[in-house]
């Protein structure tokens, strides 16, 4: 098992910046790729994916050029830079795992195994 704990969340005025971090404990050497996802009201949505090494990084299109994935493993935590807010970024930001090494996949929500609880932002206008 993997317990995975988001933190970082809060409000923000739009154009500002928040840091999202993402705890990881437990088994995590079975995952590979880490994710972040966000859910307002209808679809969870794909922010952003890094491979274990950090060498692959993708991006949900609404975020690329705002945000930054990037991770520390020596800390087992993944975090979430998002710069220039909007109030469409509203939602709960979660953290998540896989062991899929196929980065054109990473998008694909089913195709993690182990979630945090979420932390929420808010960014008003």
């Known amino acids: 098992q993997v317990q995975l704990v988001e933190s970082g969340g809060g409000l923000v005025q739009a154009g500002g910046s928040l840091r999202l971090s993402c705890a990881a404990s437990?088994?995590?050497?079975?995952?590979?790729?880490m994710g972040w996802f966000r859910q307002a009201p209808g679809e969870r949505e794909f922010v952003a994916a890094i491979g274990w090494s950090g060498g692959r990084i993708v991006y949900g299109d609404s975020v690329k050029g705002r945000f930054t994935i990037s991770r520390d493993n020596a800390k087992n935590t993944v975090y979430l830079q998002m710069n220039s807010l909007k109030p469409e970024d509203t939602a709960l930001y979660y953290c998540?795992?896989?062991?899929?090494?196929?980065?054109?996949?990473?998008?694909?929500?089913?195709?993690?195994?182990?979630w945090g609880q979420g932390t929420q932002v808010t960014v008003s206008s």
């Open positions: 437990g088994r995590t050497f079975s995952t590979n790729a």
């Open positions: 998540a795992a896989t062991m899929a090494s196929d980065g054109s996949m990473w998008y694909r929500p089913s195709l993690y195994d182990y």
